[in-house]
């Protein structure tokens, strides 16, 4: 027996009715993928079937929450997730995706659907994930801004780059002088 084999959807058995399958994926889900981005988390998936002439249409709608580190402090935190997505299976005569349809063994007339519904959720995941301004770790964040903050000396001036932790949601660097580095790249958009 798979340790994944309850995902498992019966293509060849649905008929014209369109089933509603219901998955809740908590943390032993997310252990069995063993994958490092999301281990711990409570998300609920509704997956519909519908057949049409030559294929099926899978219909995801997952929401639920996970947990994982935060960017800036390292703590973890609940990332919410919210997200449809649609699926086109066809059977045929070997596993294989094409273009954006997933072909399944006749043979076996079912597809496993775990692995779609973990890659769903990690793609939801945003680029950049932090908690909200003053929820971060005090600790780290202290030592992130004592760390980051840059002495830069010129003829024995001092000028330093000061990151504000707590009204601004991002690491910003306020510098008073710009890079002379960057300065003639300036000038190409202008010319332009």
Not at 20 to 44: A, C, H, R, Y
Not at 61 to 72: K, N, S, Y
Not at 99 to 108: C, G, L
């Amino acid at each position: 027996m798979s340790k994944f084999e309850q995902y498992n959807i019966v293509l060849k058995d649905i008929t014209s009715e369109t089933p509603m399958f219901e998955f809740d994926l908590d943390n032993v889900f997310f252990k069995k993928i063993d994958s490092p981005e999301v281990q711990i988390g409570n998300v609920k998936a509704k997956v519909s079937v519908q057949k049409k002439t030559n294929t099926y249409e899978l219909k995801f709608e997952i929401d639920g929450i996970i947990v994982i580190p935060c960017d800036r402090c390292l703590d973890n935190m609940e990332q919410p997730i919210h997200y449809k997505e649609k699926l086109l299976v066809k059977l045929g005569e070997k596993f294989s995706e094409e273009d954006e349809i997933v072909i399944v063994p006749e043979s076996e007339g079912a597809i496993n659907i775990a692995w779609f519904l973990y890659e769903f959720i990690v793609l939801n995941i945003p680029m950049k994930h932090v908690h909200a301004p003053g929820e971060c770790n005090k600790t780290m964040a202290g030592k992130l801004k004592k760390h980051i903050t840059r002495q830069k000396d010129d003829d024995d001036e001092e000028d330093e780059s000061v990151i504000d932790f707590e009204d601004d949601d991002d690491f910003t660097t306020n510098e008073s002088q710009t890079d002379p580095r960057w300065d003639g790249l300036q000038n190409i958009s202008e010319n332009n």
